[in-house]
């Protein structure tokens, strides 16, 4: 049976304390208070640097026991390497603990830069690296540089799926044959509401849906009303209908709207 899990992208916002977050809820405890209320939520500052496996088992047993976490890749395979030549990179992700998460790892966000523009080869090459579950996963992450011994987590319980959204920025993306490209290695195109400011692709490419909600009317800034709720449920109930999993993450921070947000299209789809 296919799931839904709605949340947000990141937990950690100073103007959300005090209005979100209790007032004097210790920030130890804020991600165990926001876990508490959605059913997942995109972690980020994964984004910014590698984590430690320390980290990840941390916010493993943080966090329900039927809660999920997307992971944001590196900003360094994404925005500075650009997909290129990022084969011992990759393997230091894969090994900095991320697969410590089990069996509450979603899937990887590769969210690339607006100035990159769509370049069949290079995505081609780019997509072939990416396992499609732990075990492979293991294997590309035993490539790890000399930084990473002694400070990796190459273990698994067991054999797990695992899921790759790609979210391009560029306009020149929105080209069949990058749709085509992204279904042939089962990777979902990320739906993203942007105001406008990056392609808005639709496009059924994997067997699950992600969509990441940056605000329909100002960049992570405004909220969603009843209208914009309504066609976030009924584009979620139609995956679910089709049997795919669905990712929605509200990344519309700046005013306190994601949480809010994220709940009230929780308590929509539960009725």
Known sequence: MATARVG??????????????PK???????????????????LNGSFY????????????EETPDDFVFAIKAPRFLTHIRRLEDVEEPLANFLASGL????????????????????DPELLARFLAL????????????????????????????????????IEPRAQSFDDQEFADQAAASGVAVVLGDSAGRWPRLDWVTADFAYA?????????????DEAGLDQWEEWTRDHLDHDR??????????????????????QRLAR
């Open 8 to 21: 947000i992208s990141g937990w950690t916002y100073a103007p959300w304390r005090g209005v979100f977050y």
């Open 24 to 42: 004097g809820l210790r920030q130890a405890d804020e991600l165990s208070y926001a876990a508490g209320r959605m059913t997942s939520i995109e």
């Open 49 to 60: 640097s590698l984590q430690k496996p320390t980290s990840w088992r941390k916010w493993r």
């Open 99 to 118: 697969l410590g998460l089990v069996p509450k790892l979603g899937p990887i966000l590769w969210q690339l830069p607006p100035n990159l523009d769509y």
């Open 130 to 165: 990416l396992p499609h579950d732990t075990e492979a996963a293991v294997e590309v992450a035993r490539g790890r540089g000399e930084r990473m011994r002694g400070k990796e987590l190459l273990d698994i319980d067991e054999p797990r799926p695992l899921r790759h959204a």
């Open 212 to 224: 990441r909600l940056h605000g329909d009317k100002e960049l992570y800034t405004s909220g969603y």
């Open 245 to 266: 999993d669905v990712y929605v993450y509200f990344d519309n921070d700046q005013k306190v709207r994601a949480p809010v947000d994220a709940m009230a299209l929780l």
